[in-house]
């Protein structure tokens, strides 16, 4: 029954890739913004969506360190096994606004995350400038992408200003706005119920070889349940470098890191104080930190991020997860 589960839900996942990746090609389109900036805000926010919910409930609860583990584990993960694995089936070419705009504004965000967190404790106020950022920062995004798009469009003579007084033009764009939305609708249902029973089968298939070790629970943590949690972006990614829809899949890579420590984070602290432990700021962070760091080689070295540097990444993330069962172990 374990196995049935686990086969249903990355089923389901693969399922909720194809319909979230065909609902954000087509959503870019009918709104006239570029597939990268989809990629960065609809679909990103969409995957990460679930490490805000486990984010807000464990702050609540009283477990705030597994509101920033959830956050820093998930950013190495998109960093090291998303965005490794996705290249390993198909390269991928940057956008010039990656690497001028949107890396940059990622780099800034994670040594703003470390900043904050040096205290021990991340406050209300500090929250409130993460929303605040992130909130101007799409705006700009969005409004430069459709200025762009306008632009593009009278150019190449494809696409002029929609003549609002015809009812077929007007007509098909409401049906293919709200086709769009549905398959994003689906897509997020998909990924997030995909990824729920993927890892509820694997944590009992786990369970079963591990039982005995007393350090079970831990390394199932930062394991299986470590990668479940990245599922939705991993999917919607291979998915996107599948169907060639490559700036779907890099944008949704840093645009859900930026939405981990921005809104995750950011809402999380505007509703209780999160307390950031000594252990994690030594450890995770210089994983979190170096990693986003090589992206600069990942990205500004060569045409394109080809399999090699996938494999790099990967490697990292395998040694990251090694080094943690090691230390639960004991044995380092």
Not at 268 to 293: N, R, Y
Request: charged fraction near 15%; include cysteine.
């Amino acid at each position: 029954m374990d196995y049935l589960i686990l086969l249903l839900g990355l089923a389901v996942l693969v399922l909720g890739g194809d319909f979230l990746v065909r609902g954000a090609v087509g959503f870019s389109r009918t709104m006239r913004i570029s597939p990268l900036v989809i990629g960065m805000t609809v679909v990103a926010f969409g995957t990460s969506a679930p490490e805000l919910l486990v984010s807000l409930k464990s702050a609540l609860a009283g477990n705030s360190g597994i509101a920033i583990g959830n956050v820093v584990g998930s950013n190495i993960a998109n960093i090291a096994l998303v965005l490794g694995v996705t290249v390993l089936i198909f390269p991928i070419f940057t956008d010039r606004q990656t690497k001028i705009v949107d890396y940059p504004m990622l780099i800034g965000a994670t040594l703003l995350f470390y900043l904050f967190s040096l205290d021990g404790l991340l406050e209300f106020y500090e929250g409130l400038i993460f929303m605040s950022i992130l909130i101007i920062f799409i705006a700009l995004l969005i409004s430069h992408s459709r200025k762009r798009t306008k632009l593009q469009d009278i150019e190449d003579d494809h696409l002029i200003e929609d003549d609002d007084s015809d009812p077929t033009k007007s007509a098909k764009k409401k049906a293919s706005f709200w086709k769009s939305m549905f398959f994003l609708f689906l897509g997020f249902i998909g990924l997030y119920f995909g990824a729920d029973w993927f890892i509820k089968g694997a944590v009992s298939i786990a369970d079963v070889f591990l039982a005995g070790n007393p350090n079970k629970d831990a390394i199932i943590g930062v394991t299986v349940v470590a990668f479940g949690t990245s599922a939705p972006e991993l999917v919607a990614s291979c998915v996107a470098a599948f169907k060639k829809e490559t700036d779907i899949s890099i944008g949704n890579l840093i645009g859900s890191n930026l939405f981990n420590i921005f809104a995750v984070l950011g809402i999380t602290a505007m509703v209780t104080p999160i307390e950031v432990s000594d252990s994690i700021i030594k450890f995770d962070f210089t994983w979190m930190i170096g990693l986003t760091l090589f992206l600069v080689f990942i990205l500004y070295f060569g045409k394109k991020i080809g399999r090699l540097k996938g494999a790099i990444l990967f490697s990292s993330y395998v040694t990251y997860i090694t080094v943690i069962i090691l230390k639960v172990q004991g044995v380092i």
